[in-house]
Structure formats: C-alpha cells, structure tokens
C-alpha cells in the first residue's frame, strides 16, 4: 500500500490488540487504507515523514490516528502532545484506545486535545464493535476537512 493513502493509522504496540483492531475494521470495511506502527516512535516518523518515512509525503495526513499510551520508546501522551502542538497536524483526529483507566491519563489526554479517550473492553465482542464503531464515527458520520 503507498503510504500516501493512508486513512487510518493505528499505533499499538500490543499484536494481539492490534490485529483484533485491524479485523474489527475490515468487517466495516474500513481497514483497506490502514497502516499499523508498533510504538510511538514509529508514529511520529511516519506523520513527520522521517527516519524509514522519509519518503511520505508530509502533508498527507492521516483521517485518523487510533493511539495507544503505554509504548516502548516514546508513550502516546508524548505523541498527542506533538501532533496537537503542531500547527499542520493539530486537527487530525486522535482517539486514544487504551487499557488505562488512570484519572491522569484521561485528565492529560484531554488537556492535550484528544478528540475521544476509550477504555478497551476486556471481552471480545465488544472490544470489535467498539473499534467498528469508532471506525464508523469519525471515518464516515463525522465531517472532517
């Protein structure tokens, strides 16, 4: 896939999880344009278009980032921060997807601008249609630019 038709950018260093996402929105078919990174680090290279993306053209952003917190190298607070600190990226929606109820997290998260804080249901059956779900939301209901 070119890495330029990107709709969805998952960031989840957890396999499991991230291959739970990723099937939860290919039965919505909302998965075609989807591109998984493994840790926040990988994240920002890839919006920023740097290091093994140095090759993506910058200014095609994703619709949406689905964002994990806790991760190796850089954590997804440390990444919210960035994207909502830049003027270019600021405006792309960021849903954090997370197994952290932490008051803090949700606090932080929120102050930095996410868009939606989600607690990933433990079961199964509703952990895929809450990612369906939030595919559906803000990749087809919600109005974007």
């Known amino acids: 896939m070119n890495n330029n038709e990107i709709e969805v950018l998952l960031v989840e260093d957890n396999l499991n999880d ?16 989807l591109h998984h990174v493994k840790d926040g680090a990988e994240a920002l290279d890839f919006i920023f278009s740097r290091g093994d993306y140095s090759d993506r053209q910058a200014n095609n952003w994703p619709k949406l980032i689905l964002l994990d917190i806790k991760m190796p190298k ?4 440390e990444v919210l921060r960035q994207l909502k600190s830049n003027q270019l990226t600021k405006t792309i929606p960021v849903v954090i997807m997370t197994s952290s109820k932490e008051e803090q997290d949700i606090i932080t998260s929120y102050h930095l601008g996410v868009n939606s804080y989600v607690v990933k249901p433990v079961n199964f059956i509703d952990f895929t249609k809450a990612v369906a779900d939030l595919g559906l939301y803000w990749l087809i209901i919600n109005q974007h630019s």
């Open 74 to 77: 850089v954590d997804g607070i």
């Open 18 to 33: 991230a291959e739970l996402t990723i099937r939860s929105l290919k039965k919505v078919n909302l998965a075609n344009k």
